[in-house]
């Protein structure tokens, strides 16, 4: 069952998540969530429990944010053509992935390995799917996609290759000849380019 958050507990997330985002993980600890929170430690406790389960609440509060905000996206794209939709989604995805690329870096399997978590995800990658399909329909039925490619399989490709990507940074360093600073903004175009390139040729768009 997913889990419901209070205004505080959504509070005190958001301040973790943004001291993680700026000093790491390891360097992050509760007193300092709860200093800049203006919170005490035993209000941590008593909602959390641990920094770990701290985190792993964290991570359902977000996975149940970016399902919230691909609702709101997929409502923007309902009427245009097959092969936008397809290339707009998975911008989309990977925009996601790479603007909380800190957080998949330290979130450890047993963080995501409880039943609420296990939950939304699962129900996320089936909406994420159920919108794939219809828009490979579509494009078959209007003859812009040749083949008829599962989307489950899509989803499984994007969503691998951008978590690859964000878990591997120095390997994407040895391949990107441009600064530190420019780095991320080049990287995550270079996987949207090549996402866009794998995807349109599985589905047998002509244009790729």
């Known amino acids: 069952m997913q889990q419901k958050f209070s205004a505080k ?33 035993a209000m941590i406790s008593y909602y959390f429990g641990s920094k770990e389960k701290m985190m792993s609440s964290l991570y359902e509060y977000r996975v149940q944010r970016s399902k919230e905000k691909f609702s709101e ?10 092969e936008m939709q397809i290339k707009e989604l998975i911008n989309f995805i990977v925009g996601e992935v790479f603007q909380y690329k800190y957080f998949h870096g330290f979130v450890k399997q047993e963080m995501r390995d409880t039943d609420s978590v296990r939950d939304i995800l699962t129900e996320y990658y089936i909406v994420c799917v159920s919108i794939l399909e219809k828009i490979i329909e579509k494009g078959i039925s209007t003859g812009v996609f040749k083949k008829a490619a599962k989307a489950e399989d899509l989803l499984a490709t994007i969503v691998g290759t951008v978590l690859f990507t964000v878990r591997n940074k120095p390997f994407y360093e040895k391949f990107l000849n441009c600064s530190i ?28």
């Open 9 to 41: 507990q959504i509070h005190i997330l958001e301040i973790a998540e943004e001291l993680i985002a700026e000093n790491g993980f390891e360097k992050t600890s509760v007193r300092d969530i709860s200093n800049k929170a203006k919170v005490n430690v």
């Open 73 to 82: 996206f997929t409502s923007t794209i309902t009427y245009g053509n097959p």
């Open 181 to 208: 600073q420019d780095l991320p903004f080049n990287i995550e175009n270079k996987i949207k380019s090549h996402l866009h390139n794998c995807v349109f040729s599985v589905l047998g768009y002509e244009k790729y």
